[in-house]
Nanobody, 124 residues
Framework: QVQLVEAGGGLVQAGGSLRLSCAAS????????MGWFRQAPGKEREFVGS????????YYGSAVKGRSTISRDNAKNTLFLQMNSLKPEDTAVYYC?????????????????WGQGTQVTVYS
């Protein structure tokens, strides 16, 4: 059984930073792309970023590009999202997901497994 568990969310002041992690079990992450999505109350799920299985290709959503870095430690089966210069509009539940493809992808339909999410709240 595949399980993804996010951690690292919390309350942070605007301009601050957070590092989210996603620990996987039941699946060898290096064989698949991984992604981060977020969903704010009353809004649709939004693509944050994706990293290929090898870690050599990374895509970012326009809202976070330049402020965020996605990385992975395949030896520890863990995915990371470093977010800097946080804004109140970054407030959302952040989800990690494991894709069915090796290549990075922004399409939610390419992801077979999802975590439960971690809340990030940015206050001004």
């Amino acid at each position: 059984q595949v399980q993804l568990v996010e951690a690292g969310g919390g309350l942070v002041q605007a301009g601050g930073s957070l590092r989210l992690s996603c620990a996987a079990s039941g699946r060898v992450l290096s064989n698949y792309a991984m992604g981060w999505f977020r969903q704010a109350p009353g809004k649709e799920r939004e693509f944050v970023g994706s990293i290929s299985g090898s870690g050599t290709t990374v895509y970012y959503g326009s809202a976070v590009k330049g402020r965020s870095t996605i990385s992975r430690d395949n030896a520890k089966n863990t995915l990371f999202l470093q977010m800097n210069s946080l804004k109140p509009e970054d407030t959302a539940v952040y989800y990690c997901a494991s894709a069915v493809t090796l290549a990075a992808t922004a399409e939610p339909r390419d992801y077979a497994y999802w975590g439960q999410g971690t809340q990030v709240t940015v206050y001004s």
